[in-house]
């Protein structure tokens, strides 16, 4: 691998994608995860003062109110549902925590729900095995199973109270759903290293992990390791830091493309998304779920992705808001029923108004977009979104 050193170095964070909605129908969660983002956040949010490990069922009225056609009081929310927006299921929690959901089956009910009205959900779990594949079988799901290692001793290092990968694999039932993604999420470089000194990557054991899914995948989603707090820190001094710069992790990329190609899994990643078949990094194409917020990065960039346009401006963003939508107020989010940037958000904003906010945010790489390949740029005083097309030659 090239050792030339690129002035944008890996870095960042897990991101929930922001096509979404999301939902969680349970807090809090047993699996363990040594990588989790999610516990470092729920720990700051309630100051220590509350366990995730302690699961309870997330209320689900306002999701059978809006399901219903009811009114939630947020417009946006509303328009989204009424459109059939895809809904995110398990973003924070698992949503079949075990030895819980079979007694409790409060996923079972959301599902339920979604049943009732043919709702598209996109599944993320880590545990197969408590599914309950009657209503799954009946609905419009697309399933995303985690697994960050072919290898049985690394889940076992990472993942506290997780199945092992052949298991979790072989859980998965054949013609249930519209597609299978393995979310290789979070990737570890330093979990695949070489051992014989003259490459960073074991490239057989990169061949060996999608041998084994592409027997059950269509395709395979795949972001780095980011910060998860102390868990994450504590993990990297058990399996030493990530070294690969910039050109290393897209020769990586190119290289578990063309793998996955090869067995004719599709391939999507948050990081440097130019290397993605689909701008949308979760395993979607726009022909598989219908989208309806073409405001969001995943699709404004679509024109960047195509090569349609060379930079993205306010006036595009404008332009992409649905006319339902322009004049209504910015609602916050009090229940589990949220798109992502619903946390940033005040009433007393228009939603156009708060999306633009963030859109201009103004640093040389915008956080939320550092995997996009985006970054942002002021030019006579216009400010404009451009694309890293990590296709061509750096």
């Known amino acids: 691998m090239a050792r030339k050193r690129n002035k944008l170095q890996i870095s960042g964070q897990f991101l929930h994608c922001p096509l979404f909605l999301s939902v969680d129908t349970y ?33 689900l ?10 009114s939630i009081g947020n417009p946006m929310i509303e328009y989204l549902v009424n459109k059939k927006h895809p809904v995110q299921l398990g973003t924070k929690a698992d949503p079949f925590p075990p030895g819980v959901e079979r007694k409790v089956q409060n996923t079972r009910k959301f599902l339920e729900l979604c049943n009732k009205v043919n709702y598209p959900v996109y599944i993320s779990t880590k545990n197969t095995g408590d599914m309950p594949i009657d209503l799954l079988a009946e ?21 506290i109270n997780t199945s092992n990968p052949q298991k979790r694999l072989n859980q998965i039932p054949s013609g249930v759903f519209k597609k299978i993604i393995v979310r290789w999420q979070p990737f570890i470089p330093q979990l695949f290293k070489s051992r014989n000194g003259g490459e960073l990557i074991d490239w057989s054991e ?86 309806s917020t073409k405001w969001v ?3 404004l960039i679509k024109k960047l992705y195509t090569g349609e346009k060379e930079y993205l ?70 400010f404009r979104i451009r694309f890293l097309d990590y296709r061509m030659p750096i």
């Open 206 to 291: 990169i061949d060996r992990f999608l041998d084994l899914i592409s027997r059950v995948a269509d395709g395979v989603s795949i972001s780095f390791l980011g910060w998860g707090g102390k868990g994450v820190q504590e993990l990297l001094r058990v399996i030493g830091p990530e070294d690969l710069d910039d050109l290393d992790a897209v020769e990586l990329l190119t290289y578990i493309r063309e793998q996955a190609h090869l067995r004719d899994l599709e391939f999507y990643t948050a990081n440097y998304r130019a290397l993605s078949d689909s701008p949308v990094c979760c395993g979607l194409r726009d022909d598989e779920f219908e989208i």
């Open 313 to 382: 401006t306010v006036a595009d963003l404008e332009e992409a808001f649905p006319e339902a939508l322009k004049e209504a107020m910015f609602a916050t989010m009090g229940v589990p029923l949220y798109s992502r940037w619903a946390r940033y958000s005040a009433k007393k904003t228009t939603i156009p108004e708060e999306y633009i906010k963030n859109f201009t945010y103004n640093r040389k790489m915008n956080p939320a977009n550092f995997f996009a390949g985006l970054y942002s740029k002021v030019v006579d005083g216009e």
């Open 61 to 70: 009225s306002k999701w059978e109110r809006v399901l219903s056609g009811q």
């Open 27 to 59: 807090e809090g969660c047993t699996s363990g995860c040594r990588y989790c983002f999610a516990n470092p956040q729920y720990d700051r949010q309630n100051r220590g003062t509350q366990r995730r490990e302690d699961i309870r069922p997330a209320l």
């Open 139 to 159: 609905g419009n799901y697309v399933l995303g199973v985690s697994l960050a290692s072919h290898k049985t001793e690394d889940i076992r290092m990472l993942e």
């Open 297 to 299: 990065w995943a699709y």
